[in-house]
T-cell receptor, first 108, second 115 residues
Framework: AQRVTQPEKLLSVFKGAPVELKCNYS??????LFWYVQYSRQRLQLLLR??SRESIKGFTADLNKGETSFHLKKPFAQEEDSAMYYC??????????FGAGTILRVKS | EAGVAQSPRYKIIEKRQSVAFWCNPI?????LYWYQQILGQGPKLLIQ????????DSQLPKDRFSAERLKGVDSTLKIQPAKLEDSAVYLC?????????????FGSGTRLTVV
């Protein structure tokens, strides 16, 4: 079964603190993972893809096949990072399976 | 590049009524998706089109939901008759080619409230 689990509904941190949004997946094939972000009153947009190993807005995510995880990290949170974050797994046929999302709230 | 366009933005209907949503994907994007996002949950795929053919509609409640993509461009999603549990945001997304390593581009969504 294809499943994405984001265990935290809400993560609240202070500005400047490190951030880690957790994502675990279940998939029998070779996984492709993504992080999507939705800022207030904006549409869902791609943040980063594991395959590109890129850093976007200071965020990085490493695919750990042993732990079946794809946690999103940022060393120093900024207020503008406050948003809803979704982890997604590309399953067969280019279908994306999403987790339930984590609200990140960065406090000043 | 113009984004994925959806309309209407909001819709309120009574249960057992019908409703239709429209989506215009990014020009040249062959693959189009409709997702349902219920409050507090992540988006769930309803149907996927490749050009004007259906690739995956395994999670589409076919007794009440239907979708088409005539001419492989615009798409409409219809619900008839609506139930209270259909209240959700309906997202349309498109991507360049099936199997692409790139993510989708999403529209702003249509928020449906069934009362």
């Amino acid at each position: 079964a294809q499943r994405v689990t984001q265990p935290e509904k809400l993560l609240s941190v202070f500005k400047g603190a490190p951030v880690e949004l957790k994502c675990n997946y279940s998939y029998s094939g070779s996984p492709e993972l993504f992080w999507y972000v939705q800022y207030s009153r904006q549409r869902l947009q791609l943040l980063l893809r594991h395959i590109s190993r890129e850093s976007i807005k200071g965020f990085t995510a490493d695919l750990n096949k042993g732990e079946t995880s794809f946690h999103l990290k940022k060393p120093f949170a900024q207020e503008e990072d406050s948003a809803m974050y979704y982890c997604a797994l590309k399953a067969g046929g280019n279908k994306l399976v999403f987790g339930a999302g984590t609200i990140l709230r960065v406090k000043s | 590049e113009a984004g994925v366009a959806q309309s209407p933005r909001y819709k309120i209907i009574e249960k057992r009524q019908s409703v239709a949503f429209w989506c215009n994907p990014i020009s040249g994007h062959a693959t189009l998706y409709w997702y349902q996002q219920i409050l507090g949950q992540g988006p769930k795929l309803l149907i996927q089109f490749q050009n004007n053919g259906v690739v995956d509609d395994s999670q589409l409640p076919k007794d009440r939901f239907s979708a088409e993509r005539l001419k492989g461009v615009d798409s409409t999603l219809k619900i008839q008759p609506a139930k209270l549990e259909d209240s959700a945001v309906y997202l349309c997304a498109s991507s360049q080619i099936q199997g692409s390593n790139y993510g989708y581009t999403f529209g702003s969504g249509t928020r449906l409230t069934v009362v």
